[in-house]
């Protein structure tokens, strides 16, 4: 059989040292799973470009990303076992053993994402209401607190002086909080001072700013400029997906968000949103 077309690097890669030799016999096994990995990676260029300005075909559009490789790599070893089995060489057990554990670990790594992703999932249409701002900011602190304790991190709130009212989907700003909450904690677990303040002002008249700062190592120079795109991470399991929903959810709100250094180390995360005064809500 001719192996030299192939691109058997994923198998021979993964499953030990002992199983070069044997893998090369399976070769032409793969032309099918090959065509199934580029039918993946058309879907996914597709979907990122029909849906690229929706949080919905983003997800979509991260879900075939993402999951690609794994179920690839799940149907690769599969078939391997199953072309084992039919030469039913009593020697392969190990390896066939071997490749089932990768199919196995591969499997619960797409489902992971899968249950990740549900994070992201806007629940059910826009619904803005009236919201005070210390309660949405205190809601997403008790959410953050439990997390914030186990990983040694401080967590400070600061309320504003004289509440003031937003017009806002709650549990969409729940989730901006939630996800900017999340990058601050993961980015503080190197260092060695972990503090994270949660805080509200008045940006002007007619908007609050709100601001979640950390003490960790600030925003890596190379990803700066386009944080807010999707896919955009450093984390080996990261999704790059929670600041893009940041900004699409406050954009649609009315809002604005960005980033900046700390002064004494550390990134800040702030964003707007559009401050009403309650004698006009309640007259409208
Ligand atoms: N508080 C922070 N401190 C340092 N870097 C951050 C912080 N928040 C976000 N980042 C950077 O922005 C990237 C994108 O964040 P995000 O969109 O939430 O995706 P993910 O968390 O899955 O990587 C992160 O991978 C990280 O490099
Ligand atoms: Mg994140």
Redesign the pocket.
Known sequence: RDGTTFPHSLIVGEIGDNGRRLFTAFMSDMTEQVAAEQRLADMQSELIHVARFSAMGTMASTLAHELNQPITAVVTYLGTVRAMLDEAKTGDLPMIVEAMAAAEADAMRAGSIVSNLRDFVARGDVEKSVNSLNELISAAATLASIDARERGISLEVLPMPSDAHVLVDKIQIQQVLV?LIR??C??MEQSAERRLTISCTMQNADSVRITVA?T?????GN?ASD?FGAF????ST???????ICRTIIEANGGRIWHEPRQGGG?QFQFTLSRIRLEVADAG
């Open positions: 996800n990058n601050a993961e980015a950390d960790g190592p600030g925003i890596n990803l944080l955009v991470t450093s984390k990261g999704m790059g997906l929670g600041l893009s990134a």
